[in-house]
């Protein structure tokens, strides 16, 4: 099985890493033969700075290389948390090199006898190069960390940031030397040393921060206001981010109406991971997204719901208060060729849950109503018996006032009778139940004048 493909960002790192390899050992090199020929205590200090240096990049580079695995069956978030276990290495190596030239540097002082030293043009030379070379590796490194969210380059940029202190120190130190002052080189292996400390306790914190799943400054804030902006979401829940490499992942969970439909709430969550994407790449989210109740829903919306539960058609739903007592009724649409005693029973389960969400004091009357589950075949009735049903609803339509224009009527002949179809058009101002109560009437008066009707379909558009 071949090995993925190295995204662009996993080959920065290894490019950056291998540099970083090269840069230290060769600055190491050339410090420790100017220390060892000048014996100053502070340049060989930072040979020793640069030797752990060197070991630090060369574990950073495994690190970059391991974090960039895919996850698997034993890693479940992947590789990512490899380059802070290698950056908590380095923070101990330095602590480590900051005390040895402490303790030395601590010595020379109380002794009050610093040795010889003597800085030659190589000494200084192989400062300059050293300080140039840091500026630029710390750099190069410190804008790739921040794009690749690396821990491990991170700290190869907080190494060279301070070998590019430490250096000028030591070349400070080195010319007040020079110029008689005994303790220069001794005071600036001090300095050196304490930077490496507050070095290492700033490059600790960062990675002890990302192994203890800290979430990072400022997301979690920015997530909450992006979520919570999604139309849909009433609150959120759970949120719960940690840092993984160049990662942050995490779960959301949601709080949304349970009257909303699941589409609806498909919608949500879709918007929820593209704004999430768009704003704020590096967070991988998982999104659960759960129902709530909330104050403002009324009773019908409640009867609806525990419908829509139960994949029940429910339609002409009356509420009324007597008494001080909620009385629902209303149409309930079952398979025509279901037995009386299941149909009754899918009923009665309906009102005992709206009796649950609602409260036992209330009075539930269903009726039920034959819905035929199976395609009807028809045929279109003749020219002359279309015209006649046409004939019988224009003059129905005029006598109750309201609706008008009756058009566009189609009559099938099926094996259970006739079903005729038909527009007509209304004020615009009107009520729905004015509406309805109008068709109700015209479709009384169309069964009243033809027989054999066994279903009237009547839709009002807008008079214009």
Known sequence: ??????????????????????????????????????????????????LLDTGATILTYFAVRAADKPADDEHHYGHGKIEAVAALAETGLLMVL??????????????????????????????????????????????????????????????????????????????????????????????????????????????????????????TERLRQTVESIPGVVAIEVLRLRPAGGQIIGEISVAVPRTMPLEKVAQVKLAITQAVAQDMPEVDLTIAVNPRALDDESILERVLLMAARRRLAIHQITIQRVAGKIAISLDLEL??????????????????????????????????????????????LSPEATAEIKRVLVTGAASNGILQEVHFVRARK??????????????????????????DALDRHLRAHIT????VVGHADPLS
């Not at 840069?23 to 700075?49: D, F, N, Q, W």
């Not at 849950?353 to 279109?380: F, K, N």
């Not at 259970?416 to 139940?433: E, I, K, P, Q």
């Not at 054999?452 to 279903?455: A, D, K, L, T, W």
């Open 1 to 50: 099985m071949s090995a993925p493909a190295l995204t662009s960002d996993s080959q920065l790192k290894r490019s950056a890493a291998l540099a970083s390899i090269f840069a230290s050992a060769l600055l190491t090199i050339g410090k420790l033969v100017a220390g060892l020929l000048s014996g100053s205590l502070a340049l060989m200090s930072e040979a020793g700075h640069g």
């Open 98 to 219: 900051a005390a040895g030239v402490l303790y030395e540097g601590i010595h020379r002082l109380m002794t009050k006898d610093p040795g010889p030293v003597d800085a030659t043009w190589l000494t200084y030379g192989v400062l300059v190069v050293s300080i140039v070379v840091d500026a630029v590796r710390w750099r190069s490194l410190n804008a790739i960390a921040k794009r690749t969210k690396s821990d491990a380059l991170a700290a190869d940029a907080l190494h060279f940031s301070s070998d590019l202190v430490a250096s000028t120190l030591v070349l400070i130190g080195l010319a007040a030397t020079e110029y008689g002052f005994k303790q220069g080189d001794t005071l600036a292996a001090l300095g050196v040393a304490l930077f490496i400390a507050i070095a290492g306790w700033k490059l600790g914190r960062r990675t002890i921060n990302t192994l203890v799943d800290a979430a990072p400054a400022g997301v």
């Open 335 to 380: 398979d025509a060729q279901m037995s009386h005693g299941a149909a009754h029973e899918i009923a009665t389960d309906l009102e005992t849950a709206i009796s649950d969400e609602i409260g036992a004091e209330v009075e539930i009357e269903t009726h039920i109503e034959p819905l035929e589950s199976e395609e009807l075949a028809g045929e279109d």
């Open 414 to 439: 099926t094996p259970s009778g006739t079903v005729v179809n038909y527009h007509c058009r209304a004020d615009a101002a009107l009520t729905v139940h004015a509406v309805h109560d109008a068709v």
């Open 452 to 455: 054999g009707i066994v279903r």
